[in-house]
């Protein structure tokens, strides 16, 4: 277990492995199906060469974990950055294992990641990278077996070179062996908003649940990237004020809102969200602190602990990263009436399109933005009130909940098809 200075539960698998056995307890299931559910079923590292733009090689490391298989291929997607871990990257598969649960999706939890820092390779560092690092987990994926996706620092581009690769090896084009293409080779129209639009409409459904309204609602949004300006633009739409956004460099914080569009611009042009002109500057860690009704995390895992948990102000919490609250913090929050919304349902809108787009390319046969938004809306808005509600009868908080859900579901999957052999 990895333990901060101040003995704080903050290593990933540590968190995801913790909310598992908190959830399994309201589970009937025998130990051996217990002990299944928590482990992953296989994980590989790869150490492999890349030809660097000044002629030098430089060896990277790159991991893919499957976590569960029970209800379908794996699914999860691939994350670039320099602290990737293997435990972080296995806490990610099993949170895709839920997620995908909870959904209703055919799916088991998948994730991959590289130890690389993406912003400091060229375009051809980069596509050299990505080639290379699914040739050597090649023998994973496969539109039946284990399908990719985009996560932090990877996008489009990436996966169109990782089906690309793919397909060279086949001799024939695979576009069902990732989603989170661009639309132009086998993507789904809708599928890069989905994350943020869906973390918004999860937002919205569990606000109303809670008996509280969006319209008016002062929105706080650590992460400015994928996730995060979908979600902040998404709520503003929906009636929200944005007072505070922040990103990897900095963040800002306006009492009368900030204008999520002109944000995205400044950002675009400068690479960040700090120095918006006219709103006051912030740290990332302090705009989880600014009085706020809803807060969204969108960055990284580890955000809110047990240090942070009660200079929180939100009234509500929606997770738009995965594992941004720890298990220490999720027991602060609750015990002070914030209600956590769990990344297995905030999040879910970005993998629930992945399946829609993997859907189109199974049958070679596309939708319109209208299908692909009305079934997100549609899917999402189940879940929240199936989680919800579980969530009443049980007397448990909504991560409980979700994970009961989905751990019922998958263990249902693990009694129907036995035990092999
Ligand atoms: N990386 C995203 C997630 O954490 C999407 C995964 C997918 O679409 O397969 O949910």
Redesign the pocket.
Known sequence: MTETRSGALQDPWEMALEQFQRAAQHVPLKRGIREFLAYPKRELTVNFPVKMDDGSVRIFTGYRVHHSTVLGPS???IRYHPAVTLGEVRA?AMW?TW?CAIAGLPYGGAKGGVVCDPKSLSAGELERLTRRYATEISVLIGPESD?????VGTNAQVMAWIMDTYSMHRGYSVPAVV??KPVSVGGSVGREEA?GLGCAIVAREALRLAGLSLAGARVAVQGFGNVGSVAAAALHRMGAVIVAASDSRGGVYHDRGLDPQALVEHKRATGTVAGFPGARPLTAQEVLEVPCDVLVPAALEGQITRENAARVAARVVVEGA?GPTTPEADDLLRARGVLVVPDVVA??G??VV?YFEWVQDLQAFFWSEEEVRERLERLLARSVHEVWRVSQERGVDLRTAALVRAIERVAEAVHTRGIYP
């Not at 399908?147 to 996560?151: K, M, T």
């Open positions: 699914k999860g997607g990610l895709m997620k399908i990719p996706a985009p996560d989603t989170g994350t995965n999040n879910a970005g993998v992945s």
